[in-house]
């Protein structure tokens, strides 16, 4: 069966710091990869989407950025941390798909705190 | 569209009844409508889906129903537990051309009581 590994888990970090999340998704091959940002009260809202090693695509503009470097590794990234990006972090996959509809299944999160 | 209050709409039920669960979607293209389940501190967990070509299906305990014409999508669970307790998203799938991503509705926080 599939899963998915978020870490870490809660991190706490200063303004301008930089930051690195990391996801691994074990079980199966060439998944479709997705980072989403949950502010507290709200859904969840798509920040990066990957078809394969090397393929990112970024939904919003941000202070973020991501990789993958290896098919089933997907990291997020920042050089210098806003208040603003505070939040939940979720990790998700789906069987690859081109431009059709799979399930999308979530990691544990990583809570992140900007002070 | 996404609401910009910090305040989930709450549904509160009494243990074994029928809880309803609403969305309102905005794109007509999206061919999927997806309801997930998020309990504090976790991430989303996946209920159930329905295809746009579709008005109702059935799982365990749980119904979707959607209505094209007003854009409106439901999740109906039965005989409510203490373990539906969590927020419950839908979110729609962007449909031909969007690829698969989603994008999700605010969420209705579910109270179960006992």
């Known amino acids: 069966s599939q899963t998915i590994h978020q870490w870490p888990a809660t991190l706490v970090q200063p303004v301008g710091s930089p930051l690195s999340l990391e996801c691994t998704v074990e079980g199966t091959s060439n998944p479709n990869l997705y980072w989403y940002r949950q502010a507290a009260g709200r859904g969840l809202q798509l920040l990066f989407y990957s078809v394969g090693i090397g393929q990112i695509s970024s939904e919003v503009p941000q202070n973020l950025s991501a990789s993958r470097p290896q098919d089933r590794q997907f990291i997020l990234s920042s050089k210098k941390l806003l208040l603003s990006d505070s939040g939940f972090y979720l990790c998700?996959?789906?069987?690859?798909?081109?431009?059709?509809?799979?399930?999308?299944?979530f990691g544990p999160g990583t809570r992140l705190t900007v002070t | 569209g996404e609401s910009v209050g910090l305040h989930l709409p709450t549904l509160s039920v009494q243990e074994g009844d029928n809880s309803i669960i609403n969305c309102a979607y905005s794109n007509s293209a999206s061919d999927y409508f997806i309801w997930y389940k998020q309990e504090s501190g976790k991430g989303p967990q996946f209920i159930i889906d329905?295809?746009?070509?579709?008005d109702k299906r059935q799982g365990q305990r749980v119904t979707v129903l959607l209505n094209k014409t007003v854009k409106h999508l439901s999740l109906q669970i039965a005989a409510t537990q203490p373990g539906d307790s969590a927020v419950y998203f839908c979110a729609e799938n962007r449909g031909a051309g969007g690829g698969n991503k989603l994008t999700f509705g605010t969420g209705t926080q579910l109270k179960v009581e006992l």
């Open positions: 998700a996959w789906s069987v690859s798909s081109g431009t059709a509809y799979y399930e999308q299944y």
């Open positions: 329905i295809r746009s070509n579709m």
